[in-house]
């Protein structure tokens, strides 16, 4: 496993001094070797040229949040991470690694959740590359690893929850994002760990019903929500009718055989829980007629 070696190199602006110096010096023994027809001269100010422009080749630009892998001839001897200009070897390779942060999208995927219902599912990933040698030594294309990496991991997700929660206390794709996205970032970073990448965060930027499903689901979805909704009005109109027939035994207003009650259960029962609105009847004669 190759982990990054933060590697000191020398300040730019000295060496780029010290190049311009060197070649100045050599373009002047040149002219002055050729004058005076000293082949010394002319030697050694084409060496200084060979020097002066080795050490130009050596000096590279480091932006802030960026970062220059070194190699020589293949073996990695470290990463540049001081921002300006600097100088190292120049027989190094610089290979440029952003340690910005980055987000995309990815595509709209269609994947079977739980129960086995198509679903359309899309996550946004925010990350950064933390360790330059892992991310250039231990996959081919990092760029590419993550955005086939995060997929797959949503993909494996999606499979793991229903799109809605059945019962009281089940985790669904749609009623805890926050808990999905979290664990979506979980399993996100244990596949780009080996990458050189941090997952900072993940969420889920698109969830929906496949289309081909959608209008049956949605009449289930409503049809559960009139089932949730009836079984608390229900649960009401018996706690009224209740409390009613209590406060009339107990402040003994009126005196109800059980008949009397049923038929009174029967008529609130119908007021509060009908969807439209009663018409009432009066009564002018006695109780009983």
Known sequence: MIQEIQRKTIPGIPMLLLALGVLGGSFSLIIYGGKNQLALGVIGGILGLLVGILMLVGLFMVAPNQAKVLQLFGDYRGTARQPGLRWANPFYSKEKISLR????????????????????????????????????????????????????????????????????????????????????????????????????????????????????????????????????????????????????????????????KASMVSNLMVVLCSDKSTQPIINTGSMYS
């Open 101 to 260: 942060v980055r987000n995309f999208e990815t595509g709209k995927l269609k994947v079977n959740d739980k129960d086995g219902n198509p679903v359309e599912i899309a996550t946004v990933v925010v990350w950064k590359v933390v360790d330059t040698a892992e991310a250039v030594f231990h996959v081919d294309d990092f760029k590419n690893y993550v955005h086939v990496q995060s997929e797959a991991a949503l993909r494996n997700l999606a499979t793991g929850y229903t799109y809605d929660a059945h019962s009281e206390g089940d985790t669904s794709l749609s009623g805890d994002t926050n808990t999905v996205s979290e664990q979506l970032k979980i399993e996100i970073q244990k596949r780009l760990s080996k990458a050189g990448v941090d997952v900072i965060e993940a969420r889920i930027s698109h969830l929906a019903y496949a289309p081909e499903i959608a209008a049956a689901m949605l009449q289930r979805q409503q049809a559960s929500a009139v089932v949730a909704a009836r079984t608390k009005i229900v649960e009401g109109a018996v706690g009224m009718v209740e409390l009613a027939l209590q406060q009339l035994s107990e402040q003994k207003i009126l005196e109800l055989d059980d008949e009397r």
